[in-house]
């Protein structure tokens, strides 16, 4: 069964810093990963999604890596702002089989950006 | 265009009642899911539709049931609603099962006692 991990839970920042988030998963077999932002009591918002035959994703102050291989992608935020402040999920698409189509999703990293 | 939305936003109910989430989307997707989210788990899906007319089991169906009524509108219902059923639910849509993004709606916000 797939296996999201992102780490670190929590962070918090000064405005201005660069950030990595970092996420982790168990089974290569994926079509594509995606980021999500999440704001206290709303929805997901779509940030990123790489394919799986890609390496890496920008939007704006935003790079998302990906190294299927070895089950990691990254999530680079550059001179973050306090509007960022947000629970940034990472979510990987299975591609096989009865879970074809299956997002499986991190626990997520909440983050803090202060003024 | 609206994209997912979801009714209603919040619902407190009391143990034993029933009640239907609802969710529609106007992007023309084929494919629709319902997931719910809880404290310290991530999500998790419950249900998904990849096409009109069919329904599948997700991870964690056990108390639900789900109706992909047209191409538009995927609903949730709890029969007999339990305390762990507490929890945020989000549907989402996309294209197709598979290769597309996963849009997702605002979420319901349910509370069992």
């Known amino acids: 069964k797939q296996e999201v991990t992102q780490i670190p839970a929590a962070l918090s920042v000064p405005e201005g810093e660069n950030l990595v988030l970092n996420c982790s998963f168990t089974?290569?077999?994926?079509?594509?990963l995606q980021w999500f932002r999440q704001d206290p009591g709303k929805g997901l918002t779509s940030l990123l999604l790489?394919?799986?035959?890609?390496r890496e994703q920008t939007s704006g102050r935003l790079n998302a890596s990906l190294d299927k291989s070895s089950g990691r992608s990254t999530l680079y935020i550059a001179a973050s702002q306090p509007g960022d402040s947000a629970t940034y999920l990472c979510?990987?698409?299975?591609?096989?089989?009865?879970?074809?189509?299956?997002?499986?999703f991190g626990r997520g990293t909440q983050l803090t950006v202060w003024p | 265009n609206a994209g997912v939305t979801q009714t209603p936003k919040f619902q407190v109910l009391k143990t034993g009642q029933s009640m239907t989430l609802q969710c529609a989307q106007d992007?023309?997707?084929?494919?629709m899911y319902w997931y719910r989210q809880d404290p310290g788990m991530g999500l998790r899906l419950i249900y998904y539709s990849a096409s009109e007319g069919t329904t599948d089991k997700g991870e964690v169906p056990n108390g639900y049931n789900v109706s992909r009524l047209n191409k538009r509108e995927f609903s949730l219902r709890l029969e007999s609603a339990a305390p762990s059923q507490t929890s945020v639910y989000f549907c989402a849509s996309s294209r197709d099962r598979g290769f597309y993004e996963q849009y997702f709606g605002p979420g319901t916000r349910l509370t069992v006692t």
């Open positions: 790489i394919q799986s035959s890609q």
């Open positions: 089974d290569s077999a994926i079509y594509n």
């Open positions: 979510a990987v698409l299975a591609d096989r089989g009865s879970t074809l189509g299956r997002l499986y």
């Open positions: 992007m023309n997707h084929n494919s």
